[in-house]
């Protein structure tokens, strides 16, 4: 028996012995489902590297049943790409002010649910909440997933301008664009053109939190067409994702195809690398 088992079995408060029992239940799960996760992907990199589960098997002590079995079962490593254990999803408020109310985008709201949906279906637990009209938001927290552009937060105006390659910059006409410092392109939303065409740009990175103690995933389009596309292509494609940068610090932007009627993605592509930012020199 664990000392914390110990220390909850000796309460005799019924209701706290309730609450604490419920609380270490939970966090066991969460635990439960990343060691699994974490299983998966050691068998699931060891056979990449040309090793048969028997070889495994016999490696580890374990039956070549039971490694094939993990290999196929059990939450995907890829996953973790979003978030270990649970994931908070924040998508922004936004300010009406010919009506005087606060507001939220149909837009923000269905990438905030499809990345709920997508981060349960791999297992993690998801809270959700709002970036305030104000932009204050604490970062400094495990399993962030902010949908949220630099405009409208301070914050995440701070934590965009840590990217060491995609910068976020007004046009000297005044619409937002990103620039890739490597390349110098400008990539510009097709909806600030003159004439105007339904394509947008996503921006997708992992980026420091400000207390520098971890990451948080960010996700902003130049309009708001631009972060569903992010969405559909993490839900596409995180696997690959996860196979080309894993939980490291990086980011990329994607373009977006969208139908004007009802602005969801008709095709979203990669328009640069992946940069990860451990290998990116001065640009």
Avoid at 36 to 50: E, F, T, Y
Avoid at 166 to 180: I, K, Q
Wanted: glycine share 10%; proline share 5%.
């Amino acid at each position: 028996m664990s000392d914390e088992l110990r220390r909850i079995v000796a309460i005799d408060d019924p209701y706290l012995l309730l609450r604490e029992v419920t609380t270490r239940l939970a966090d066991a799960q969460q635990e439960v489902t990343e060691l699994a996760r974490l299983r998966r992907r050691v068998v699931q990199d060891l056979h990449a590297q040309g090793l048969s589960y028997a070889q495994i098997a016999a490696k580890a002590g374990l039956s070549r049943g039971r490694i094939h079995q993990i290999r196929h079962t059990g939450p995907a490593p890829e996953g973790a790409f979003l978030g270990r254990g649970s994931v908070t999803v924040a998508t922004p408020l936004r300010r009406d002010d010919e009506r005087g109310r606060t507001v939220v985008a149909v837009d923000d709201v269905s990438s905030g649910k499809r990345l709920e949906e997508l981060a349960r279906s791999y297992g993690l637990d998801v809270t959700s909440e709002h970036v305030p009209v104000t932009g204050a938001i604490n970062l400094d927290r495990d399993g962030l997933v902010v949908v949220c552009g630099p405009r409208m937060s301070q914050e995440m105006w701070d934590t965009y301008a840590q990217d060491p390659v995609l910068a976020w910059e007004r046009a000297e006409d005044g619409p937002w664009t990103v620039v890739d410092r490597k390349t110098g392109l400008v990539h510009r939303s097709g909806q600030d053109n003159a004439p105007a065409r339904p394509y947008d740009v996503g921006y997708l990175g992992r980026l420091p939190r400000p207390d520098g103690q971890g990451t948080l995933l960010a996700i902003a389009g130049i309009h708001t067409q631009g972060s569903l596309g992010v969405v559909q292509l993490l839900t596409n494609d995180l696997n690959t994702l996860w196979g080309q940068v894993g939980d490291q610090r990086f980011s990329t932007l994607v373009g977006v195809e969208y139908d004007p009627d009802t602005s969801e993605p008709l095709s979203a592509e990669l328009l640069c690398p992946l940069y990860r930012h451990d290998e990116v020199t001065s640009v």
